[in-house]
């Protein structure tokens, strides 16, 4: 029973925060995230303030919590997906450029742009990639109980928010400082595509040492 009673706190608490998470995506992109209030996002949720507070600690991160809900469980997915006789780093690399170059993401990440809070929130929710794709690049390597499965997806998140930085950086001829507004430079699928070739030796030496186990 007792554990039925924390199933359902869960599954409630969820539903909470992805109608908070909505909420504040729908309102940003119908008004501007500059409009956009804590009350206002709590109003359209059906819930107090505080319960807002619970979950998220400014309107930046729940706007941004909605850009990127799905991501995670995404690249996992994919990555997945791909057949075994691929190379892991280009795997990997296939995964998180379908993820963050999905068409359908243009309004939205381009609401990204409005703001340094928004810019930075979405920065350090690129983090959040980690876990997923730790668990899956330790089943592909056959190799759960060790480090290395966390520590390539750490690497990958940070060639990710790296790349994400670049496309993000005020070009210098656009000043910044006008309205806070930044036109991503660049190609972002190029960016990722550098930033993750770093990683290839990484990923290639652990697929080997995975192999020489089997």
Known sequence: MTTTRAGL???????TRVALREAALR???????????VDDIAEAAGVSPRTYNNYFSSREQAIVAAVTA???????????????????????????????????????LLLITA???LRAAFLDASAAVEPPLAAAIGRRLGDTGTPVARVL???AAAAVRIALQDWLRPAPAVPAAT?????????????????????????????EEARQRR
């Open 9 to 15: 706190r869960e599954q409630k608490k969820q539903a």
């Open 27 to 37: 309102l940003a992109l119908r008004d501007g995230p500059d409009n956009v209030r």
């Open 70 to 108: 799905a991501r995670e469980a995404r690249v996992a997915a994919t990555l997945a997906a791909v057949p075994a006789t691929a190379p892991l780093a280009d795997a990997v690399t296939r995964a998180i450029l379908e993820q963050y170059t999905d068409p359908g993401d243009d309004d939205t």
């Open 115 to 117: 703001g340094p809070g």
């Open 153 to 155: 997806a750490a690497s």
């Open 179 to 207: 309205d806070g507004l930044v036109v991503p430079s660049g190609s972002l699928p190029d960016l990722l595509r550098a930033a993750l070739a770093a990683l290839a030796p990484a990923l290639d030496a652990a697929e």
